[in-house]
């Protein structure tokens, strides 16, 4: 990400945090590699103090339900050919 990033979302994020806006991210990683990310360790720890204050943390294993998708539709169209 470019070095900005990091302060662009904590920009944004406090000032959601200090009007009690809602804000929802997803993210395919784990909340520990944000400080790898975003290149700002300290930004991504004030970003998820906020974000994990008030906020409700869901975690979601397995396949995604894209590939799973793909994966029926590759068979149905092998099985079709």
Do not use: C
Not at 14 to 28: A, F, G
Not at 69 to 80: I, Y
């Amino acid at each position: 990400l470019p070095q900005a990033a990091a302060d662009d979302l904590l920009d944004v994020i406090l000032e959601r945090y200090r009007h009690r806006k809602s804000t929802m991210i997803t993210s395919n990683r784990p909340i520990e590699d944000w400080g790898k990310l975003l290149g700002d360790n300290a930004a991504a720890s004030a970003i998820l103090d906020r974000l994990l204050h008030r906020g409700h943390l869901l975690k979601f294993e397995g396949k995604s339900y894209r590939l799973k998708e793909a994966s029926k539709r590759l068979a149905l169209e092998k099985k079709n050919n």
